[in-house]
């Protein structure tokens, strides 16, 4: 069965890009892949009415990794609409603390003292999730014709969702702000890669990033994966 996918995009302040979220139709309710920043909460609301979703018709929230532009109305929505979040144990630790670099091989002290700062995350924001989600993972009741996959680079904990129609949310693995790429904020690279290599081998239609607009994976070439 073909999923419905509305995208919402949600800005980042001061005019420093942007964040998507997708809304999908699953059964009778619905399923919100990531969820954007705080200061962009009221857009979100507003077009998560606009789109039908209501308190009690969204089935689960599933965050395909812990940054903070991608977890941070999780909190907020789950109290709101009554909705269970799930995300993978590899970047749990960042939901439950506020600290994006938790869990990941890189650091950057300053980065993790002023993102939250700017997006608006604060302790009201911060979570356990309620699914703990694993390589493999089907989704069928939740309503989606999907399995999440795991695609470690970007965070150790990155998922992708894939539906049975071949639509991939991949989170931050890659980006198309101006073409498809591999995203170039890697915590390891050679995870990364071999993420892209098992992802060639699914059969993928169409993939929908964190960031910037969807593309076909037949438009990925081999250097914009990163190939060496």
Do not use: W
């Not at 909460?41 to 991608?70: K, M, Q, S, V, Y």
């Amino acid at each position: 069965m073909s999923q419905t996918i509305s995208i919402i995009t949600l800005p980042f302040p001061l005019g420093m890009g942007s964040v998507n979220c997708y809304l999908l139709r699953a059964g009778d309710g619905y399923v919100l892949v990531d969820t954007g920043v705080p200061n962009a909460r009221r857009t979100l609301a507003n077009e998560l009415d606009r789109l039908g979703c209501r308190p009690g018709a969204l089935n689960l929230i599933i965050l395909t990794h812990g940054d903070l532009d991608h977890i941070g109305n999780a909190a907020h929505l789950r109290s709101a609409f009554g909705s269970r979040i799930a995300m993978h144990a590899g970047d749990a630790r960042a939901a439950e603390t506020g600290d994006m670099f938790a869990g990941r091989q890189k650091s950057n002290a300053i980065v993790g003292a002023l993102v939250p700062r700017l997006i608006g995350f604060g302790k009201a924001e911060r979570f356990r999730p309620d699914v703990l989600i694993e390589d493999e993972t089907v989704l069928s009741e939740y309503g989606l014709d999907a399995r999440a996959i795991l695609i470690p680079g970007h965070s150790k904990g990155s998922i992708g969702i894939l539906t049975d129609d071949g639509d991939l949310f991949c989170g931050d693995l890659f980006e198309n702000t101006k073409q498809p790429v591999l995203n170039s904020l890697m915590d390891d690279r050679d995870a990364g890669m071999r993420s892209v290599a098992r992802l060639r081998l699914l059969g993928i239609r169409t993939v929908y990033p964190g960031h910037g607009r969807p593309f076909s994976m037949a438009e990925l070439s081999e250097e914009q994966a990163g190939a060496d």
